[in-house]
């Protein structure tokens, strides 16, 4: 099988995020995206517990169906770095061929990625558009760039506002209401 992985914090998981994996299966040619959320952010990020950030990928994506599947194997095998990760999949699933969808800002530093020269030999690269990225840092061909929503900005307003009130535009529903419900980010019930 062909399969793109899309890892990421997911913290919370925005429509950005949802249609970079719609892309991706439309041009890749990937038989399955696996999106797998980090367990722990490789420059020392602090999240959102990894169980939450795991039910609303499997909100945000369900759209999808059985062609994209939300995986826990970096909480299964204790993984810090995508090299690690790549290195089991590699490992355990021998007759599959992995690439990794990133956006365009995270290529730009690609280089600074753990064991990044390896990880190019072992697998390919799938690069989606940002809006409001500087293209001049990255040589890439054209491509549609996914508006620029961050999960980052969404958990400032969430604690700001108490219920997201421009949250809803950049979140899949399923995810808001699961925000909602469990009172993540400092949200009013």
């Given at each position: 099988m062909n399969i793109g992985i899309y890892g990421g914090a997911f913290d919370p998981p925005h429509l950005s995020h949802v249609w970079a994996v719609g892309y991706a299966l439309s041009v890749g040619g990937f038989d399955k995206v696996l999106v797998v959320p980090c367990l722990n952010h490789a420059f020392g990020k602090q999240m959102t517990r990894f169980e939450d950030r795991e039910e609303m990928c499997l909100q945000a994506f369900s759209i999808y169906g059985d062609r994209v599947q939300v995986?826990?194997?970096?909480?299964?095998?204790?993984?810090?770095?995508?090299?690690?990760?790549?290195?089991?999949?590699?490992?355990?699933?021998?007759?599959?061929?992995?690439?990794?969808?990133?956006?365009?800002?995270?290529?730009?530093?690609?280089?600074?990625?753990?064991?990044?020269?390896?990880?190019?030999?072992?697998?390919?690269?799938?690069?989606?558009?940002?809006?409001?990225?500087?293209?001049?840092?990255?040589?890439?061909?054209?491509?549609?760039?996914?508006?620029?929503?961050?999960?980052?900005?969404?958990?400032?307003?969430?604690?700001?506002?108490?219920?997201?009130?421009?949250?809803?535009?950049?979140?899949?529903?399923?995810?808001?209401?699961?925000?909602?419900n469990h009172k993540l980010y400092g949200a009013c019930g």
């Open positions: 995986s826990d194997v970096e909480y299964e095998i204790q993984s810090r770095y995508t090299s690690e990760l790549m290195d089991h999949l590699i490992k355990t699933r021998p007759g599959d061929k992995f690439s990794l969808i990133i956006g365009e800002d995270e290529w730009a530093v690609f280089h600074k990625w753990h064991d990044y020269e390896s990880l190019l030999k072992k697998v390919g690269v799938l690069v989606v558009g940002r809006e409001g990225f500087r293209p001049e840092l990255v040589q890439t061909t054209s491509r549609p760039a996914l508006p620029n929503i961050s999960s980052s900005q969404i958990r400032e307003e969430i604690r700001q506002t108490g219920l997201a009130v421009f949250a809803r535009f950049r979140v899949p529903q399923e995810v808001l209401l699961y925000i909602k």
